[in-house]
């Protein structure tokens, strides 16, 4: 705040007289509301189903926005999975060979990838969701969670047309169409409420400090790489070579439920032997966890969105 | 304030507003690098030792706005007029104080919410949802907002993306569906400078037809012409310090003998930018 003029004139200025107290007790007599205040969890929930509607065009406008300028337009939503699951096949199918003990590997791999991005995007536009948009947040009143929430949303779109490229993949590798193919609904579901919850918590910590965006694809890939998007956890846990609490928490983590669950559901060569027992249990588990936690967690620091 | 007779009824109560941004990476000296780390490593320290600069937009201002007031907020670059009113929406926390208002604010912008690379048209949607509008409402609306931006006019642009308009086509746009929602407590931050003088003019009737609809007004503007034509009261900013509060000749005259010549020729002052 450098000004440069001179001192202003010492002109009697008028801020009302009256005491602190005495401005309170008028607002509280004309019933006036705190500007800015952080509502209450359930008027909180009630506000963000009113917005339900922005959330969801929010999102699909992020979404076209995202390849209008290109040629082939539209086009990429369905090109950009494929061609990552391209050169996931290439390194870890051909060069480094660990296809080896897993049927089906090709739509076992593509599932993983497509699950996994779902996750790791989602989580990626959280922690941009306040501080990449504190122009929204500055000009415009509706509750914050809308952000977070409606970036999820996005994602979950990306990857219907993802599973759109996934289905064709598996009819061509052979893969047949079964009744568990339904099992994918309620395993996106969970994910999403999964997502959604680390989502906001990234959200929030990524408003308080931006850093994070620079350390997260770190993260990100490190948990990729554990959570058996290109290998086998189970085959791994056969081998005796690891401590029974190291694949016990490997298969257990959620990137590896979820991913897990999808496989089992699409692909019929995946048993349901090579599934972490309670995996159902583990994958509502996870969502209710993040997801209620999560949200709570957010809504704890509404007020604060959008300073500094 | 003694003109205000105890049955008018409060609006926006300001007590004791202070607002403070903290800004970082501000670090005194040296590689920003190193003083980044020193911030890391020497956590117990003072704000300013570490690198966060406190800047004091709004010091200790109160004041009692009433329904049917449209009030003017006058000062000098950077007084801190943008962050009072953006506090008063909610969307800025204070640091100290409190300020109590009657029923949601709203700043009327929606620029943040629109995207470059979608259609005017779903622009229009997408403003009218961000800003809390009904699909309903917004359906009966288009129209208006589309022919009152004048977009198409010369042609079928409402279809283009918005990337592709000029930069007062998608100033009108944006002011038109800014311009669509009824207000309980309106905010106006230097909105009336988009466009070409047909818009001004066609931009001015319709703030005059929201304050009729609002409760109260309030108005960003360092156009003294349009205070006088808009308020009835004016709230003079400087420094973050509430300088003056009263009727609007009485502050202006004031504040043009402060800022200098403007009392003797109201030449057209250049446009102010159009807040982004």
Not at chain 1, 193 to 199: P, Q
Not at chain 2, 169 to 188: T, Y
Request: aromatic share 8%; charged share 20%; hydrophobic share 45%.
């Amino acid at each position: 705040m450098s000004q440069v003029l001179d001192t202003p004139p010492q002109t009697p200025a008028a801020p009302p007289a009256s005491a602190d107290h005495d401005l309170a007790a008028l607002a509280a007599r004309h019933g006036l509301s705190v500007s800015g205040a952080r509502p209450s969890l359930p008027e909180y929930v009630r506000q963000l189903w009113a917005r339900r509607h922005f959330i969801t065009a929010f999102a699909t406008a992020k979404l076209t926005a995202q390849y209008s300028q290109a040629k082939l337009g539209q086009v990429w939503q369905v090109m950009t999975p494929l061609l990552n699951a391209a050169v996931y096949y290439f390194i870890f199918g051909v060069l480094l060979g660990t296809k080896h003990g897993v049927p089906d590997y090709i739509p076992f791999l593509v599932t993983g990838v497509f699950i996994w991005t779902f996750t790791q995007s989602s989580i990626m536009a959280g922690t941009r969701a306040i501080s990449g948009n504190l122009g929204l947040v500055r000009a415009l009143h509706f509750p914050r969670a809308a952000l977070p929430l409606s970036f999820c949303l996005q994602q979950l779109q990306q990857l219907l047309f993802s599973m759109g490229a996934l289905v064709v993949i598996l009819l061509c590798f052979g893969v047949p169409v079964g009744v568990s193919w339904l099992l994918a609904l309620p395993a996106l579901f969970l994910q999403f409420t999964f997502n959604a919850g680390v989502s906001m918590v990234m959200a929030r910590m990524g408003a308080k400090t931006p850093d994070i965006a620079q350390l997260m694809p770190f993260v990100l890939r490190t948990w990729m790489y554990v959570s058996g998007v290109m290998w086998s956890i189970d085959k791994l846990a056969q081998k005796d070579s690891l401590p029974h609490v190291v694949t016990v928490a490997l298969a257990a983590n959620p990137a590896a439920v979820y991913i897990d669950l999808m496989r089992f559901a699409l692909i019929d060569s995946f048993h349901a032997s090579q599934l972490p027992a309670h995996v159902w249990a583990l994958a509502a588990g996870w969502a209710l966890v993040a997801g209620v936690g999560g949200f709570i967690y957010f809504w704890k620091a509404e007020e604060t969105y959008g300073r500094g | 304030m003694a003109e205000h007779p105890s049955e008018k009824i409060p609006t926006v109560v300001a007590d004791g507003v202070d607002i403070v941004y903290r800004v970082n990476g501000t670090g005194a000296g040296r590689g920003s690098a190193t003083a980044a780390l020193n911030r890391i490593v020497r956590r117990r320290q003072t704000e300013k030792a570490a690198g966060v600069r406190r800047v004091h937009a709004v010091k200790n201002v109160s004041f009692v706005a009433y329904r049917g007031e449209a009030i003017g907020l006058i000062g000098t670059n950077g007084s801190g007029k943008s962050t009072l009113l953006k506090a008063v929406a909610g969307l800025l926390p204070v640091e100290n104080g409190r300020i109590y208002t009657d029923g949601q604010p709203s700043l009327l912008g929606v620029n943040a919410a629109l995207m470059n690379d979608l259609t005017g048209e779903r622009n229009v949607h997408l403003g009218g949802l961000a800003m809390g509008m009904s699909r309903e409402q917004i359906r009966d609306r288009y129209q208006d907002i589309v022919d009152f931006s004048g977009i198409n006019e010369k042609g079928d642009f409402i279809t283009l993306p918005m990337r592709t308009y000029s930069s007062g086509m998608a100033a009108r746009l944006r002011f038109s569906i800014a311009a669509a929602k009824d207000h309980d407590v309106l905010l106006i931050d230097e909105a009336l400078a988009t466009g070409d003088r047909s818009f001004q003019k066609r931009s001015e009737d319709r703030i005059r037809e929201l304050r009729k609809h609002a409760g109260t007004v309030f108005l960003v503007s360092h156009n003294n012409k349009s205070i006088r034509d808009t308020c009835d009261r004016v709230l003079w900013l400087e420094r973050g310090e509430l300088l003056m509060d009263g009727p609007t000749e009485e502050v202006l005259k004031e504040y043009e003998a402060f800022t200098g010549d403007k009392s003797a020729k109201p030449k057209p002052k250049p446009k102010a930018p159009v807040p982004s």
